[in-house]
């Protein structure tokens, strides 16, 4: 029942995201919304961790499943992206290389922060 239970917190945000993605006029997916308000919702501590955790923590390690639909899709609608594949490819790698560069820079000035602080502290 406990995995119900959090199940439905987490398809209620999912449900509100759709609400807002069709009262809001911006291209942002349902589900944006609805993640983001789950973060805010626990950030705030009106839903705790402890209420959502085993739930996500199990969808989390399934999520490989999640992308298959989109994969046959893909697969599915190959030949229409045929001329357009080597653009594609560059603009896969182009943006790979720049979310590694950033991911590896926020982390290390993060790392710094958090260096100075502990110096401080000390």
């Known amino acids: 029942m406990k995995y119900a239970k959090e199940l439905m917190i987490i398809l209620l945000f999912s449900f509100i995201g759709e609400v807002l993605n069709h009262l809001i006029p911006l291209p942002i997916p349902a589900s944006i919304y609805g993640m983001v308000l789950l973060f805010i919702s626990l950030a705030t501590k009106f839903i705790k961790l402890e209420q959502v955790e085993e739930t996500a923590e199990f969808l989390l390690s399934i999520m490989l499943i999640f992308f298959v639909p989109a994969s046959v899709g893909i697969m599915d609608t190959f ?22 560069a950033t991911t590896g820079l926020v982390s290390q000035f993060i790392i710094k922060l958090i260096n100075k602080k502990t110096k401080v502290g000390k």
């Open 79 to 100: 030949f229409a992206y045929k001329s357009s594949m080597a653009f594609i490819v560059i603009i896969v790698i182009i943006s790979t290389i720049v979310v590694m």
